[in-house]
């Protein structure tokens, strides 16, 4: 059975600290691994990986693949308070149009 | 601004009642999804449409019935639900041919059964 892991499932820090969320995944016919954000309702998209090694990179938000271990990580530095989001992990595979999500990184970014 | 809206965004609604959810794209994408969000748990995938044709139904419950009657929309009927399928609904949509994953998703609906 495909498999999502995200840790950890919720976190607090402090404006101007740096984050490292992570996710770990089983999945058969792998193709692809998002990052989206959800503050409220519509989870929105941050990055799609598909390669090992290359670094995704938007502004203060960056994530890396690893297809060898199978993991991911989103790193986030010098968070802001509009950074309090729950963060989800999604892969997609090779056969369908299925994407099978982790259970999210709640993070709480206090000023 | 969201190319994916979704209609109502809160609905309250008893054991007994009919009721129906709205999804329209405006992305000109082909294919449209329903997820279902309860607190605590992972994203679930209920169903997938690919050029109006259903492609997946992931074991969902008879009282979920959904409806694509084209490419930009899709609907989710509910009827005799249950108190546990109160949760977030969610629409999302991608473009088939280019896709590597990439879905956009609505702002969700908001669904109570009392």
């Known amino acids: 059975e495909d498999k999502v892991v995200q840790s950890p499932l919720s976190l607090v820090v402090h404006e101007g600290d740096t984050v490292t969320l992570n996710c770990s995944y089983e999945v058969t016919n792998f193709r692809s691994l998002l990052w989206y954000k959800q503050e409220k309702k519509a989870p929105t998209f941050l990055f799609m990986l598909t390669s090992s090694g290359i670094e995704k990179k938007s502004g203060r938000l960056s994530s890396i693949l690893d297809k060898k271990e199978l993991f991911s990580i989103l790193n986030i530095t010098a968070t802001q308070t509009g950074d309090s989001a729950v963060y989800l992990c999604?892969?997609?595979?090779?056969?369908?149009?299925?994407?099978?999500f982790g259970e999210g990184t709640q993070l709480t970014v206090n000023p | 601004e969201t190319g994916v809206t979704q209609t109502p965004r809160h609905l309250v609604m008893g054991m007994t009642n009919k009721k129906s959810l709205k999804c329209e794209q405006h992305?000109?994408?082909?294919?449209m999804y329903w997820y279902k969000q309860s607190a605590k748990k992972p994203l679930e995938l209920m169903f997938v449409y690919n050029f109006k044709e259903q492609t997946e139904n992931n074991s969902v419950p008879s009282r979920f019935s959904p409806e694509c009657p084209n490419s930009s929309h899709l609907f989710l009927h509910l009827h005799t639900l249950q108190p546990e399928d109160s949760a977030l609904y969610l629409c999302?949509?991608?473009?088939?041919?280019?896709?590597?994953?990439?879905?956009?998703f609505g702002p969700g609906t908001r669904l109570t059964v009392t």
């Open positions: 992305l000109g994408h082909n294919a």
């Open positions: 999302a949509s991608s473009s088939q041919s280019t896709s590597k994953g990439e879905q956009y």
């Open positions: 999604a892969v997609y595979k090779t056969s369908g149009s299925r994407l099978t």
